[in-house]
Structure formats: C-alpha cells, structure tokens
Antibody, heavy 119, light 111 residues
C-alpha cells in the first residue's frame, strides 16, 4: 500500500519558483507499476491536473502550464518533485501528489500541501 | 473553464438514486474507456470511486456504478446515504499530448 507525503514551503513570493517534494513509502518509485503525478486545487475550486511522469521516462504536462512546470524523480530518495516557475496568485492552491496504475486512475493521494503565492 | 462539463449540484433523499453526468468530446470521453470518478469530502483528499468507466477499486461500495454513452459518462449512486454527501469529479484520459482532463465538480447534497 503506497503512502505519499508532500513537503515544501507554504508561502512563495510572486514571480519566484514553487518547489514541492513527494516522499513515497510502501513501494519503490522505480516500479513500472505506477505513474507519479501532481494535481492541484485552488481554494473553493475544482481539481486541475498538472502533470505525470512514468517509469518509462514519459512525462506529460498540462499544455497551459508546460512552459513553467518540471516534474522529476529522485530514485535514491524514493521521491518525486514539482517545480513551477514564475508563480502568480493564480497558482495558490492545495497541491496533491498522486499515483496509480495510470494518470486517469489516481488511487493514491497525499494529504495535500497548501501553497500560497503572496508577497 | 473545465474541459469536462458536470452539473454544479445534484441532490437526493436517503435511499434514492442519483446520477451525475460528465460531458466531454470525441477527443476524450468519447474516444477512450478511461473515465474515472473521485469523491471528495471537505478538507480531505479525493478518493477514487470508479476507474476505466465501470470498475470499482477494492473497498468502494457497489452502490456506486459508472457508465458511458458517446461523449458522456455517468456516475450513479443508488441507495443514497448521508455519508455520500460530497463533491464528485470526473476525469478522462485525453490522448498522449494532454494526458488527463477533469470536470468542474458536482456537489451532491443528501436531503
């Protein structure tokens, strides 16, 4: 049973870079059985898929975020990360790290990390 | 604006059945049998309730069922219970460029 836990700063200044890490326990991030991804939810709003990375090396990003987002995996730490550049107040959200057989069926979710973009 | 269209809200009385629709296009819902549904209670992470249109993960009651016709997927909850009151989101695979898209969410109220 996988467990996911997000970590990172809760406050980021406008125009700066948001960085979050998801620590995976109960399984190996090198497994080809799972994808690793990020989904966010602005306060009071719906879910928004950000991107996914597969063991095969395939990476997908939401087209409208692609120029600002990087998802990467650190196999030595059993972690994966999200990096989003040039943030604005519109990027304020609860960020969830997710996993599952594929990105259309996210069975595992972290508890969520609220990131506020404000000066 | 979300890629998939859901009603903002639905309601039903305990014991009744409700259906939540999720309308996409021929590039997502209509083209792939990879539609999923998530339940989210306030302040909690979403929970996967249905995947691959009709499949239930272990532990999800069989009161929850999914279906699809053309570009529209549906989630039906039968025998409504108070704990079913939550927000529900649909999600669909949308091809190798976009990967997945979500609906805007539907608030289910159990009267």
């Amino acid at each position: 049973q996988l467990q996911l836990q997000e970590s990172g700063p809760g406050l980021v200044k406008p125009s700066e870079t948001l960085s979050l890490t998801c620590t995976v326990s109960g399984g190996s991030i090198s497994s080809n059985s799972y994808y690793w991804g990020w989904i966010r939810q602005p306060p009071g709003k719906g879910l928004e898929w950000i991107g996914s990375i597969y063991f095969s090396g395939r990476i997908y990003y939401k087209p409208s975020l692609k120029s600002r987002v990087t998802i990467s995996v650190d196999t030595s730490k059993n972690q994966f990360s999200l990096r989003m550049t040039s943030v604005t107040a519109a990027d304020t959200a609860v960020y969830y790290c997710t996993s599952g057989a594929d990105s259309s069926s996210s069975y595992y979710w972290g508890q969520g990390a609220l990131v506020t973009v404000s000066s | 604006q979300s890629a998939l269209t859901q009603p903002r809200s639905v309601s039903g009385s305990p014991g009744q059945s409700v259906t939540i629709s999720c309308t996409g296009t021929s590039s997502d819902v209509g083209d792939y049998n990879y539609v999923s549904w998530y339940q989210q209670h306030p302040g909690k992470a979403p929970r996967l309730m249905i995947f691959d249109v009709t499949k239930r993960p272990s532990g999800v009651p069989d009161r929850f069922s999914g279906s699809k016709s053309g570009n529209t997927a549906s989630l039906t909850i039968s025998g409504l219970q108070a704990e079913d009151e939550a927000d529900y989101y649909c999600c669909s695979y949308a091809g190798s460029y976009t990967d997945v898209v979500f609906g805007g969410g539907t608030k289910l109220t159990v009267l």
